[in-house]
């Protein structure tokens, strides 16, 4: 069960670009990293193709970032908070913030 997802607003706990908030725009589970919107940003340098009519140059672009170093972003109290995981007497299993003890959303319905 992952504790940050696609879509999610996080906040950059360690690394240059600490102290920042961004979405998660994609998640590697297999190397455990996601990509934020704005964090990370590295300059790639793309080489032109005139034939297809692909400009070269530098772009900026985001690079992955290590999920240990991002916290969900809780709204309620404006600030990162823990993620925890409860499953509810229906057996639903919800995502909730530690810190305000709100839930994030329903994850997925457990058992048979």
Same mark, same amino acid.
């Given at each position: 069960m992952n504790r940050i997802k696609k879509g999610d607003e996080v906040y950059v706990i360690a690394g240059r670009d600490k102290g920042k908030r961004g979405?998660? !725009?994609?998640? &590697? @589970?297999?190397?455990k990293r996601a990509y934020v919107k704005g964090i990370n940003m590295v300059t790639k340098h793309k080489r032109g193709n005139p034939q297809? =009519?692909? &400009? =070269? =140059?530098?772009?900026q672009q985001e690079a992955s970032i290590d999920l240990s170093n991002l916290m969900l972003w809780d709204p309620v109290a404006k600030a990162p908070s823990r993620v925890g995981i409860r %499953? @509810? &007497?229906? =057996?639903?299993? %919800?995502?909730?913030y530690?810190? !305000?003890? &709100?839930v994030v959303d329903i994850v997925e319905k457990t058992g048979s």
């Open positions: 979405k998660v !725009s994609k998640i &590697e @589970l297999a190397e297809q =009519g692909i &400009e =070269g =140059g530098r772009i %499953v @509810l &007497e229906d =057996g639903k299993k %919800v995502r909730y530690k810190k !305000s003890n &709100e």
